[in-house]
Every structure is written in C-alpha cells, then in structure tokens.
C-alpha cells in the first residue's frame, strides 16, 4: 500500500481524531451527531496509523514525502 499521507497530516489528523472523540463522546453522548463524530475520528486515526488516505488517493493529493514512501 502506498502511503500518501505525510508526517505533519498524521499529527493533524491525530489531534483532530481527539477533539472529535471528545464530542462524539462526552458532550453529544447518546445522539447522532455524536455517533458520526465518533465514526469521523475513527477514520481519522485509522488513515493517520495507516499513512494512507483512499480519498486523498481517488484526488491525487500526497502529502508524503519521496523518502517516506
């Protein structure tokens, strides 16, 4: 699997993912919205622990860098 998602965009990703958790879970608890937060930042961490993104794939977009691939 090529990775195309850089060093930086995990770290982003990875804070995003816990801001989102928090809400999902904490402050909308029992709601959708908090239900589709919580599913947002589980695909967060898992593209982040994963280093590649299928949408960023489908656009083009690589945010990685030639010696990290």
Do not use: E, H, K
Request: glycine share 10%; with cysteine.
């Amino acid at each position: 699997m090529l990775n195309n998602v850089g060093t930086i965009d995990r770290l982003i990703r990875l804070i995003l993912a816990s801001a989102l958790f928090y809400f999902g879970l904490f402050v909308y608890s029992s709601s959708a919205l908090g239900i589709g937060l919580t599913i947002a930042g589980t695909v967060l961490v898992i593209t982040a622990l994963a280093g590649s993104c299928l949408l960023y794939r489908l656009l083009g977009i690589n945010t990685c860098n030639l010696q990290q691939n």
